[in-house]
Structure formats: structure tokens, C-alpha cells
């Protein structure tokens, strides 16, 4: 089945993964590209609009992004959002200047009631903006359908050519309507009826598995988490015995992690799992390493070590599969030249080319949220479904500092405990992502009669939905009274707790 897409070029913004979660949500297929790369969608998908994102550059910068492959030749609608619709004026003769500045929220003003893109929405609407230059003269053929304080042309339109413009951000959530515009242009300007669903992923997943590794064999790497999870139980359903999982002990885990996805994924889900025991190999290499960089290096090149080792011992396999998804090719992919690259993520790497195995990549055009329900669709657990994300060097950069069997033992009781207390409170659904970080700080404390001198551990939550910006969990203090009175009273070694308020930006979720 051929299914409908929107492209989307990326020109730097912040926001672009959320537009291409938001058209996803309206039951679309949506792409990311670089602002340069060719106009193309998959064989099996039919382009039927582009957005051309936001950006932090100006149309008159020196270096600012222009696109090598016109997007305006393809004859289909196209949006641009903030720099996508300043580009689009400066290319089809309208006027730039660098003035009024806007950011934060604005109040637009809809100022044609028969807009396109505001059919249906009231003439007053908060709106979130982020641009310093602005569109002062509208090219030939377009018209203002509205305004804001600082932006006189805050959106245009050229109904003729299907071309459209906003000088603000209607993916993001402070936009209150703003899924309702997308709406309005992906289906009432490009037509789309809403016809790819998690449903139709999985079943055409299965057959394209199938169709790729034919009669042969598969590994994986499986550790429990949401992306591997998914990624294994998809596999299965498409090639049963022919999947073999590899969980890898590396000894920074979480409490019980190895005996839980173990049990779980032998017993319940009746997969082929190999149990590689090597923490001791792990922790030697990590002695006297306290620089968070060369802790995640080491790690990684240990565990492609120990799995190289275990895909030798399962024969003859031709197929590494891995739990790559959306949000790791584009965060490992340059927008705009190898200075721009955001992180290299392990599943995007040397593996692969090292051990000469062809990848199965089930994943990869789904972001997290998407994964979640393909788990739910495969019937995956909800323990393992909604389970907060955990960092692939695991407790190792929860731990800041030098990493020590005893060091990790102190915060796996911690950690444990809050988890724990959070289930039971009914909070950690409520929550996006929760953990326990243990500090290379000591502080004096009194316990019974006894003065104390011990470590410190801070709390962290947080509740974001992309996981790109996050707000810390306004818990409740009795709650936070409760967590802390048991973690100083149960896990030796510790004698004080304190609670993380700093949202993302300016801090990242992790500490290290």
C-alpha cells in the first residue's frame, strides 16, 4: 500500500522533530531532510505537501541556508514556518528586514476570515513565536490573513499556488490551535485522508522483515528497554526462531534489570535469549574514570567487545538487528555540516561494519511515542511499554564520579526505592522520566547518636512529551519526605537527599 507523506526540510530549528510528531498525529506519514538534500520521499510513499521549518538564521546571513533542490517546483502545496516562510518571500520577491524581534507567546489577530489555514478558528488566538527578522512586503500573489503586535504579516497566502506562510510555530503546544492549522493544511490543502496507523506499520514491517533476511538468521541485542523491546517482539512476530537476543550485563543496571527481562522475555514472550554475564570486564575498565565522555567510550567499545564475542558463538547469523528509531538518524546526521551534528548515537555507528552484518533496522522511522504503541499493538507489557528511558551507559553517568561496584550497589538501592515509591503513589506514569543520581560529594549528618559522613544523592523527574525541552515534576512534599526518609534509613552510605528543579533548558534530563 502506498501511503501519503509530507516532507519536511529542516533548516535548524528547535521544533522540527515536533512538526513531524504533529502531522504523524493527524495519521500521516512525515519525513525530516536537510534544507539541501534532494526532494524525495521512500518508493513506497506519495509526497503530498512540504513544510519548510523554522530556523535560527536570518535570509540576508552570509552563510544562511538555502535550499539546493527547489521545493516550490514540485507542484504541491507547501508551508513555510517562520525562516521556511521568510526564505519563501525572499525567493519570490518579497521584503526582509531585521526588526521585531518576537519571542515567547504573541497574540495573532486572524485578519481574513475565509483563510485557508485558519478556516474554522476564532480571530483572536495565542500563538507561540520565535523569529528576529520579519516579513515586512508579501511577495507577488500572496495576501496577509494575519497579524500580530510585531509581525504585520504574521501569515500569507497564495491560494492559486497552494503556497503558505507563518511567522510562528504552530507545532509547538503553547500554539493553542495549532494542530488544528496543520490540520487544515495537510488535509484540506494537500488532500490527505489520514491513512497510515500503527496497525499498518506493524503488518507491513513484518512482511518487509521477512522479505529481507529470506531464509536467514537474526541477532540482536535486547536490554529491556521500550526501542530494543518493541524492536525484538516485531522481529519475532515476523521470523520466530530464527531471532536471537543478546542481553548483556554490564554491571550498571538497575536493581534486578537482568533477572526481570530475562524471566520475562524467556518465560512470557518465549524468545531465544543469551545471558552474557561480564560486569566484572566492565567495572575494571571504568576503575579511576571519572569524565563522563570516556566513561560512555568505554562502555560502548566494551560492549561491542562482549557482543562480537556472543554473535561468533551463535553461528552462522547474516542480520544484526538493532532499536535505532527516528529521532537517533536525525539526531546523528548533520543539518548543516559536521559542525551541526547533535550526538552520535550507539545504534547509529561502527558496529555493524565491524562484524559484516547486514542491518535489519525495524524502527527507524518511528519516534519514541510511536514505539510505545507499536509495543502496546504487539501486546508487549505495560511495565516495559511505558518504562522511563535509561541511558545506554546506564548507571555510569548517573553516578558522578568514579564508578565502583560498591558506588553502584549505594545507587541501585536508591533508585530502587524511588521508583518503587513512585508505582505506588501513582505517580510514575505522571512522569516522563525519573532517576536517582549519586553525587562524589559527602556531607556531615547526624543517625542516632552517631555523627555521619556520607554521600549525597539528588532526585530528578521531569515531565516533557519529546523528551527536546522538559519541566522538573512539581512532586508532592510529603511524597518527596517519604523517599527521602527511607533511602537515608535503608541504603548505607548515604545520609543526604535533595531534589532537582532545574527544567531543560538550561539543564539536559541526565546530569552527565
Known amino acids: ?108 489577530t486572524v485578519t481574513e476570515r475565509d483563510s485557508v489555514l485558519f478556516h474554522g478558528m476564532a480571530a483572536e488566538q495565542p500563538v507561540w513565536a520565535s523569529h528576529g527578522d520579519r516579513v515586512v512586503e508579501a511577495a507577488p500573489g500572496f495576501r496577509t490573513v494575519a497579524t500580530t503586535s510585531a509581525a504585520p504579516l504574521a501569515a500569507v497566502e497564495n491560494g492559486e499556488k497552494a503556497l503558505y506562510g507563518v511567522q510562528f510555530h504552530p507545532e509547538v503546544m503553547h500554539t493553542t490551535n495549532g494542530t488544528e492549522l496543520l490540520r487544515n493544511f495537510v488535509n484540506g490543502v494537500c488532500g490527505c485522508h489520514g491513512d497510515w496507523t500503527i496497525a499498518s506499520f506493524v503488518e507491513e514491517s513484518i512482511a518487509a522483515i521477512q522479505a529481507q533476511v529470506g531464509d536467514g538468521t537474526v541477532i540482536c541485542g535486547l536490554s529491556g528497554g521500550v526501542d530494543s523491546s518493541v524492536m525484538a517482539l516485531l522481529i519475532h512476530r515476523a521470523l520466530g526462531e530464527r531471532l536471537t537476543c543478546i542481553f548483556v550485563d554490564n554491571g550498571v543496571l538497575r536493581k534486578g534489570e537482568a533477572d526481570q527481562v530475562l524471566g520475562d522475555f524467556r518465560a512470557r514472550y518465549h524468545l531465544d535469549v543469551r545471558h552474557a554475564s561480564v560486569a566484572d570486564r566492565f567495572l575494571d575498565r571504568l576503575r579511576g574514570v571519572d569524565e563522563p565522555e570516556r566513561k560512555r567510550k568505554i562502555i560502548g567499545e566494551t560492549f561491542i567487545e562482549v557482543f562480537e564475542e556472543q554473535a561468533k558463538a551463535c553461528g552462522d547469523a547474516q542480520f544484526l538487528a538493532q532499536g535505532t528509531i527516528y529521532p537517533d538518524r536525525i539526531e546523528s546526521a548533520s543539518v548543516r555540516g559536521p559542525s551541526a551534528t547533535i550526538k552520535t548515537h550507539h545504534n547509529v555507528g561502527g558496529l555493524p561494519e565491524r562484524m559484516h552484518l547486514e542491518l535489519v533496522e525495524p524502527l527507524r522511522d518511528l519516534f519514541k511515542d510511536e514505539v510505545r504503541r507499536v509495543g502496546e499493538q504487539l501486546g508487549l507489557d505495560h511495565a516495559f511499554v511505558n518504562r522511563h528511558p535509561f541511558p545506554g551507559p546506564g548507571l555510569a553517568v548517573r553516578i558522578l564520579g568514579e564508578v565502583t ?108
Open 1 to 108: 500500500m502506498k501511503h501519503e507523506s509530507i516532507l519536511i526540510l529542516d533548516f535548524g530549528s528547535q521544533y522540527t522533530q515536533l512538526i513531524a510528531r504533529r502531522v504523524r498525529e493527524l495519521g500521516v506519514y512525515s519525513e525530516i531532510l536537510p534544507f539541501d538534500a534532494p526532494i524525495r520521499t521512500a518508493e513506497s510513499k506519495e509526497l503530498k505537501g512540504i513544510i519548510l521549518s523554522g530556523g535560527p538564521d536570518s535570509v540576508y546571513d552570509e552563510n544562511a541556508p538555502f535550499p539546493k533542490h527547489d521545493p516550490l517546483a514540485h507542484d504541491v502545496p507547501v508551508l513555510g514556518i517562520c525562516y521556511g516562510m521568510q526564505w519563501m518571500m525572499h525567493e519570490l520577491g518579497g521584503n526582509i528586514e531585521a526588526a521585531g524581534r518576537e519571542f515567547g507567546p504573541a497574540e495573532l
Open 405 to 512: 561496584s560498591e558506588r553502584v550497589a549505594i545507587l541501585q538501592e536508591a533508585d530502587a526505592i524511588f521508583i518503587e515509591e513512585l508505582r505506588a503513589a501513582e505517580l510514575y506514569d505522571a512522569t516522563a522520566q525519573a532517576f536517582v543520581v549519586l553525587l562524589p560529594v559527602k556531607t556531615v549528618g547526624v543517625m542516632g547518636d552517631f555523627r555521619t559522613y556520607e554521600n549525597v544523592v539528588a532526585l530528578r523527574a521531569v515531565e516533557t512529551t519529546d523528551f527536546m525541552t522538559a519541566d522538573w515534576a512539581r512532586l508532592p512534599p510529603e511524597f518527596l519526605g517519604r523517599v527521602s526518609s527511607r533511602i537515608v534509613n535503608e541504603v548505607r552510605g548515604i545520609n543526604r537527599v535533595v531534589y532537582d528543579v532545574t527544567s531543560k533548558p538550561p539543564g539536559t534530563i541526565e546530569w552527565e
